[in-house]
């Protein structure tokens, strides 16, 4: 049997992984349509700086991806302590965000209204809605303060989406299980704890784990997978639509190639995938074109260590809405894993775009730039010209988990559920990050072999 994987981000590279090794003499191909592997883990070495342009780590608390890691004979390091210091810019001013709840109450983050108004969220009614916004969430449970300096920045910083539309459901399932469970967050956290005492795990309402990643980026993953996979993997093949003749599918390539397989996973953006499945099944391509994809730029500034005033001790920013600024946040990469600058250089990573200021993300190069410098000097006091800057630009960045996400996911299983052979995957559905993704890769694996090869 031949499958053929048309996807070569981390979620087609690490099903073809989980896939030969279950099946080392698997007919297999991975097609992807650029000329590099890895979709948005993309690392580049330039002058001295490692510029990640898009995802930066994982968090360690989920094993399937320090296994995989492991596997390849990779070793994972952790980011910094200090990177454990987080701020929010909020009234014209740096907070770090508190890490405890005798710290939350000392900061002057939140109003002294805004904290107590925290703690009537013990008393707060549960919801009754199935399906709920982030920002209603917030607002119901914490107060208004808390979701816009809080919450708000937050969704910015994972998603770059609106919370007003992003469903809690699909976005955060953890939390809206411990509130159908225990009725109160601050309720959960305390039961949790007193479990994580018994258990001597760590458990909590959040997703827990340290932001993890390699020595030379995260484009070590990427070719460790890349080298596995050899001449199966194909880059610049990009696939433009599939036919169906009995148990064969036909997939057609731009540059008017063609392959046949049994069996196709496709695990590419969904904006992708419903183009590529446009003339095979409309209301399949509807439903997919319906996850939207707003756009986002990563600029990647460097700078000489005594020239910067501000302290870098720390992971770096994020812009609630109610600021009014121009970007999502800055993270400050040298601060947070070795090897990110040369001696006595410090690299830091703008984001901009995203749901509320798509147009940003689309400026010319030398106009974002200077929105960028701007709001660095305003934020940071950072007054200087940089001694580097490096782009990336995402014009279909991050999916977004808008309301009803999950009714739109059991849509698109159920429709592909009536074509055998066929299977759809990737950050779009059921979690955006790496380890999403790599969970994700290894459960369609089981699914696979059951389905095709049992029997």
């Known amino acids: 049997m031949r499958l053929i994987i048309v996807g070569g981000g981390i979620t087609g590279l690490s099903l073809g992984y989980f896939l030969l090794k279950k099946e080392p003499n698997l007919d297999l191909h991975v097609l992807e349509s650029e000329e590099r592997p890895g979709g948005k883990i993309w690392t580049e070495r330039v002058n001295g700086y490692l510029c990640e342009g898009g995802v930066n780590g994982f968090l360690d608390n989920r094993p399937k991806t320090l296994e995989l890691a492991s596997s390849l004979g990779l070793i994972p390091i952790r980011s910094n302590d200090n990177a454990r210091k987080r ?13 405890s709840p005798i710290s939350f109450f000392l900061s002057n983050l939140l109003s002294p209204i805004g904290r107590i108004r925290i703690i009537y969220e013990i008393f707060a009614p549960k919801g009754s809605n199935e399906e709920e916004s982030l920002a209603d969430f917030a607002k119901r449970r914490l107060g208004l303060e808390a979701y816009e300096k809080l919450i708000d920045p937050m969704a910015s910083g994972i ?32 039961k949790l704890k007193k479990e994580a005492r018994k258990t001597g795990k760590s458990v909590g309402a959040g997703p827990g784990g340290v932001l993890t990643s390699f020595y030379d980026g995260m484009q070590v993953f990427i070719s460790a997978l890349k080298d596995f996979l050899g001449d199966r993997l194909k880059t610049k093949s990009r696939v433009a639509s599939i036919d169906k003749i009995g148990k064969t599918y036909t997939l057609f390539l731009s540059d008017n190639s063609r392959f046949e397989a049994e069996a196709i996973v496709i695990a590419s953006p969904a904006h992708s995938t419903s183009e590529i499945l446009r003339d095979f099944d409309k209301d399949l391509s509807k439903t997919l074109s319906e996850i939207p994809y707003p756009p986002i730029s990563v600029v990647c500034l460097g700078y000489k260590k005594d020239r910067v005033r501000q302290s870098l001790d720390g992971f770096g920013f994020l812009v609630p809405k109610r600021e009014g600024r121009k970007i999502l946040g800055t993270l400050w990469d040298s601060s947070i894993f070795p090897n990110r600058a040369p001696d006595g250089h410090v690299l830091m990573r703008s984001m901009l775009g995203g749901a509320r200021l798509s147009d940003i993300a689309l400026l010319q190069d030398d106009k974002m730039i200077d929105v960028v410098l701007g709001e660095l000097k305003d934020i940071m006091g950072l007054n200087i010209s940089p001694d580097f800057v490096r782009i990336y630009r995402h014009e279909k960045g991050i999916p977004q988990y808008l309301l009803d996400h999950e009714k739109r996911v059991k849509t698109i299983e159920r429709i592909v559920r009536q074509h055998k052979g066929l299977y759809i995957t990737g950050n779009s559905y059921k979690g955006i990050g790496v380890n999403d993704c790599i969970e994700n890769s290894h459960k369609l694996t089981d699914r696979i072999f059951n389905e095709l090869f049992s029997g």
Do not use: N, V
């Open 87 to 99: 701020y929010i810019f909020s009234d014209q001013k740096l907070h770090q965000l508190p890490e």
């Open 159 to 190: 998603y770059a989406g609106d919370p007003e539309k992003m469903s809690l459901k699909s976005c955060f399932p953890r939390i809206f299980e411990l509130e159908r469970k225990y009725g109160s967050l601050i309720k959960a956290m305390i």
